[in-house]
Every structure is written in structure tokens, then in C-alpha cells.
């Protein structure tokens, strides 16, 4: 089984410019999120798919931030305009669908990364 | 607030056992698990626990969780250098995400 895999693996911008992460999850997973590592901090929950509708987007640090995920497939996170303290690696991950009246989350899935460099 | 936390660096001797320590804050969090980040790498599952469970072996790992004080730890065993890596200690939140502690890197003595 493929695993998540993300795209690119690295993205160097200036300020300023946009940005567009893409994710593919593992093929019948309903359950997709975003999460960001800053250096050397905690990695963040940004947001949190259940097919195409946004679950939980709580996460997401301010409204330069877009998310998508068109046809509950991939999905896409643009930033727009970038700022310098966007720069960190955003991981996507994903998990089957899982049963709202149980808590606890099957184990999550995570792809290599994107590391976003904004100079 | 909901907070994971966990050394930020440990150094073992090659073939010595590494115990990587956690807390988190939520008694009810049903999951609780352990990610390794290689280097340029993503994040791999390495073991979880349900939390009605105080152990966990899976060869040369093992998961002890202390319910009562909030604590995890991560042994491994005879650690080799294809165990230099980041461990990430994370719980399940009250809604449901996955909140992560700041990573131990694990570095390996000759």
C-alpha cells in the first residue's frame, strides 16, 4: 500500500510570495490533517479533514492560510502571502474513517514533509 | 491547556539501553503514542499504547505508561545506531487531535 506521500519534499520563497502544499493520503482514507513543525518547537495540529468538509480547522495560525481538499482525495494548503515565520515542515497525515462515538484516534499515518523555507 | 513534554536531548552508548521520558496532561486521552523522525524523513509510528494498558513490548521496545502520575517512557533495548533519531511522545486531546511533546533526540555513542 502506497503510503502518504506529499509534494514538494522542499519549497525555498521569498516573502511575500504564495505557496502551495499538496498531499495525497493513503487511498480510503477519510480522515486527513495538516499538522507544522516550527524549528525546534512542538508539532502543531493546523487542521483536520473528514473527506471533503473541514472538521476542525482551530489550528490554523491566520487566514493566509487556505485549505482545500476538493472531491475528499488530496488535498491542498496554500499560504498567501508567505511570511518568514511560516517556514517549517508542514506534515500531512491521514487515517481511516473511525467511528465518532468512540474516543481516541486510530493510529495517524504521516507523510515525509514539506519543509517551507521563507527568506 | 492540553501539554506534552519531554527532554529535548538524550545520548546513549551504542549497545546501552535509552529511556525517553513523557508527560502529558490528559487523564483521558485513550491513546498514547511513540513517532521517530529520521533524518529527512516523516513521521513513523513507532508503537502506541491504549491506556488501560501499563505495558507494552514489541521486541526491542517497550512502553511503560503510569496513569496515576501521567508518565510514558520508551525503552530500547542494545540501541543501535539505526536509532539516531527524533522520538515524539503524543496524546489524544479532549476534541480529538493529536497533541505532540517538542521531540528527544536520541544520539548514539560510539
Known amino acids: ?51 471533503e468538509s473541514k472538521q476542525d480547522e482551530s489550528g490554523m495560525p491566520n487566514n493566509r492560510f487556505l485549505a482545500e481538499r ?25 487515517s481511516p474513517y473511525r467511528d465518532r462515538g ?5 493510529p ?3 507523510g515525509n514533509g514539506t519543509r517551507l523555507t521563507v527568506t | 491547556g492540553e501539554d506534552v513534554e519531554q527532554s529535548l536531548f538524550l545520548s546513549v552508548r551504542e549497545g ?3 529511556v525517553i521520558n513523557c508527560t502529558y496532561t490528559d487523564s483521558s486521552s485513550t491513546y498514547l503514542y511513540w513517532y521517530k523522525q529520521e533524518p529527512g524523513a516523516g513521521l513513523q509510528l ?6 488501560n494498558m501499563d505495558m507494552k513490548q514489541d521486541q526491542r521496545l517497550t512502553v511503560l505508561l503510569n496513569k496515576k502520575d501521567k508518565h510514558l517512557s520508551l525503552r ?30 536520541l544520539h548514539i555513542l560510539p
Open chain 2, 46 to 51: 513507532l508503537t502506541y499504547i491504549f491506556s
Open chain 2, 16 to 18: 546501552d539501553s535509552s
Open chain 1, 102 to 106: 468512540r474516543r481516541g484516534n486510530s
Open chain 1, 108 to 110: 495517524l499515518h504521516f
Open chain 1, 1 to 51: 500500500e502506497a503510503g502518504v506521500t506529499q509534494f514538494p519534499s522542499h519549497s525555498v520563497i521569498e516573502k511575500g510570495q504564495t505557496v502551495t502544499l499538496r498531499c495525497d493520503p493513503i487511498s480510503g482514507h477519510d480522515n486527513l490533517y495538516w499538522y507544522r513543525r516550527v524549528m525546534g518547537k512542538e508539532i502543531k495540529f493546523l487542521l483536520h479533514f473528514v473527506k
Open chain 1, 70 to 94: 476538493t472531491g475528499g482525495t488530496y488535498s491542498t494548503l496554500k499560504v498567501q502571502p508567505a511570511e518568514l515565520e511560516d517556514s517549517g515542515v508542514y506534515f500531512c497525515a491521514s
Open chain 2, 76 to 105: 530500547i533495548a542494545d540501541t543501535q545506531t539505526g536509532d539516531s533519531a527524533i522520538y515524539f511522545c503524543a496524546e489524544n486531546s479532549r476534541d480529538d487531535k493529536i497533541i505532540f511533546g517538542k521531540g528527544t533526540r
